[in-house]
């Protein structure tokens, strides 16, 4: 999806938490795998495709325990990559830690019906995340089906995406522009702050 909206895509496998090399989950390598988020940023910045990135900052995504990285790499102090300019954490995690003084824009979405991760999860990290932040509320879904197949909410989720990232990264529109098309495009409840 994001591809398909001009973007270029890294998708990292964490080789602690990489299924295909055998392992499990290993929660404690989360902090780890931020600053591997940095690595991979930098790393594609120096490659042969360097030329096709667009200079400025980038958007990191992540859902459940990938989006507890990206709120790591986006907001907290010794982790925080200063190139990245916008954030989406789908279901994550309270994030309590330390703010570091980047402090991007954030589109927080998580489901009302998630049995995985409370909702009252996302509520906290929008309450400890100051700034420009917008919280997506999908009505009626679980942790999976927006992600992991093609529901009633993954157009939402797609098109909420695309959406803010175009106005925190390509600035098309204004972040409160794009809040507005999302609460149409979701008919749900959408939250916004700063």
């Not at 998708?11 to 055998?22: C, Y």
């Not at 990206?70 to 330390?98: C, M, N, R, T, W």
């Amino acid at each position: 999806m994001l591809a398909e909206a001009g973007y270029i895509v890294a998708a990292p496998s964490f080789p602690l938490a990489d299924e295909t090399r055998g392992n499990g989950l290993n929660r404690d390598d989360i902090p780890n795998e931020a600053l591997d988020v940095a690595f991979v940023i930098n790393s594609l910045r120096g490659s042969a495709i360097a030329s096709s990135i667009a200079p400025g900052q980038v958007g990191v995504a992540g859902h459940s325990d990938g989006a507890d990285v990206a709120l790591i790499a986006g907001y907290q102090k010794g982790y925080a990559d200063p190139s990245i300019g916008a954030v989406v954490a789908v279901a994550p995690d309270a994030f309590v830690g330390q703010l570091s003084t980047n402090r991007p824009p954030l589109l927080l979405v998580h489901a009302d019906s998630d049995a995985t991760v409370p909702y009252s999860e996302s509520v906290q990290v929008f309450a400890h995340v100051p700034g420009q932040r917008t919280f997506l509320t999908l009505l009626g879904a679980d942790h999976l089906p927006p992600i992991a197949e093609n529901t009633v909410w993954t157009p939402t989720l797609d098109g909420a995406v695309v959406t803010f990232f175009d106005a925190t990264l390509k600035h098309v529109q204004t972040l409160e522009s794009a809040q507005k098309l999302m609460q149409t495009l979701a008919r749900s409840s959408v939250q916004v702050g700063s």
